[in-house]
Antibody, heavy 121, light 108 residues
């Protein structure tokens, strides 16, 4: 059974750096064609893709947020970490990680439950 | 940056057919995927690679593609299908994932 779980602070202050961890089980990020992605959703708004990392350690970022994001993986711990710098209240959202099949297209077949992050002083 | 366009809302009566469209210039080159999201829940994949249905997804969900538009069709809509639906694809370079703005399906 494939599961993913997001963890991180529920509250961050403006200008701080957010660090989120996705801990997964049931698959290996060393397997060709496997990726993990981060997606966020502000309250009442649409899904927004943030970043993905693939089995070969290639990384891809949202064009609009590229300068603020860093994604990394620890295959031995089955974890993917996302950092976002210079947080602002508009970054308040539920942040999801998802397993993504990234060979011949990208689709997210299993999602975590999400973690809510509020940016406020 | 690349965008996928969906109608904000679609309304149908129970038992009717709902069609939700998604338009994007790169759709002839890139597969489209559809997710269902109910309030307070994570999205669920309902269609992948334009028209494939994951195991466990009811047969009333289907997908199709024509040029720059893909369509999610829900036949015999049930009350439980009321949700937000998002299309997702990639840009023409295949290196950036994109979501549509979402469509709220209301079952009257």
């Amino acid at each position: 059974q494939v599961t993913l779980r997001e963890s991180g602070p529920a509250l961050v202050k403006p200008t701080q750096t957010l660090t989120l961890t996705c801990t997964f089980s049931g698959f290996s990020l060393s397997t060709s064609g496997m990726c993990v992605s981060w997606i966020r959703q502000p309250p009442g708004k649409a899904l927004e893709w943030l970043a993905l990392i693939d089995w070969d350690d290639d990384k891809y970022y949202s064009t609009s947020l590229k300068t603020r994001l860093t994604i990394s993986k620890d295959t031995s711990k089955n974890q993917v970490v996302l950092t976002m710098t210079n947080m602002d209240p508009v970054d308040t959202a539920t942040y999801y990680c998802a397993r993504i099949h990234c060979s011949g297209g990208y689709y997210m077949d299993v999602w975590g439950k999400g973690t809510t992050v509020t940016v406020s002083s | 940056s690349y965008e996928l366009t969906q109608p904000p809302s679609v309304s149908v009566s129970p038992g009717q057919t709902a069609r939700i469209t998604c338009s994007g210039d790169a759709l002839p080159k890139q597969y489209a995927y559809w997710y269902q999201q109910k309030p307070g829940q994570a999205p669920v994949l309902v269609i992948y690679k334009d028209s494939e249905r994951p195991s466990g997804i009811p047969e009333r969900f289907s997908g199709s593609s024509s040029g720059t538009t893909v369509t999610l069709t829900i036949s015999g809509v049930q009350a439980e299908d009321e949700a937000d639906y998002y299309c997702q694809s990639a840009d023409s370079s295949g290196t950036h994932v994109v979501f549509g703005g979402g469509t709220k399906l209301t079952v009257l």
